[in-house]
């Protein structure tokens, strides 16, 4: 089974408005943590934001943020106003520990902001 | 200063040659991770070693061998180069295996003819 789950491989979005990337995990580890990272066309990837298992709060980051759904088991990135250089791949990532550390990605969302 | 940096950003190699990739990071971070991105874009987790200590060794061939001479290097070796192995491989640090997102190299690009 898929431990993180992105089904969608593209999205588009106008500039300026905001857009929801999905992400769902599976794990038995009650202390995980959730990660979002960015890999623009360049090919460098850009830590965006974290979410832990435990934390009350949805993460945010300027423009980025985290809506959890721990029963749900989803971890979906909103990226408010978007900006042209928004444009790159985003990838959701996760922590958990089961006898070792496992850090798993996803298989990533391409992500267009159009002008 | 970069904070993360590999070497070299490319490297075109002939099947069955040895060939070395070197990373290090001046963040002071305890952690680090190699990573392969394949041709679909799919990251998957090689090696991390905590403060020069192997912590993660997925199913990788053997003929893949990380060295971590101290916590700020994490080189990979990799013997006997089959076309299989062309990849983005990326190296990554973090202040520890808790919950820190990482700091990625820029990858390094091998290409196997």
């Known amino acids: 089974a898929q431990k993180i789950t992105q089904t969608q491989p593209g999205m588009f979005v106008q500039e300026k408005e905001a857009v929801t990337l999905d992400c769902t995990y599976d794990?038995?580890?009650?202390?995980?943590?959730l990660f979002w990272y960015k890999q623009p066309s360049s090919g460098e990837m850009i830590f965006l934001i974290y979410q832990g298992s435990y934390d009350q709060q949805n993460a945010t980051e300027g423009r980025y943020s985290l809506n959890f759904q721990k029963a749900r088991k989803s971890a979906n990135l909103v990226i408010s106003a978007s900006q042209l250089g928004d444009s790159a791949m985003y990838f959701c990532?996760?922590?958990?520990?089961?006898?070792?550390?496992?850090?798993?990605f996803g298989t990533g969302t391409r992500l267009k902001v159009l002008a | 200063d970069t904070a993360v940096s590999q070497t070299p950003k490319y490297l075109v190699t002939q099947m069955g040659n040895d060939k070395s990739i070197k990373c290090e990071q001046n963040?002071?971070?305890?952690?680090m991770y190699w990573y392969k991105q394949d041709s679909k874009k799919f990251l998957k987790i090689m090696f991390s070693?905590?403060?020069?200590?192997?912590?993660i060794n997925e199913t990788v061939p053997n003929r893949f061998s990380p060295k971590s001479p101290d916590k700020a290097h994490l080189n990979l070796h990799i013997n006997s180069l089959e076309l299989g192995d062309s990849a983005v491989y990326f190296c990554?640090?973090?202040?520890?295996?808790?919950?820190?997102?990482?700091?990625f190299g820029s990858g390094t690009r091998l290409t196997v003819v």
């Open positions: 990554a640090s973090s202040p520890g295996h808790g919950n820190y997102g990482y700091t």
């Open positions: 990532a996760m922590r958990e520990y089961s006898g070792t550390y496992k850090y798993i």
């Open positions: 794990t038995s580890d009650p202390s995980y943590g």
């Open positions: 070693y905590n403060n020069k200590e192997l912590i």
């Open positions: 963040l002071g971070h305890d952690t």
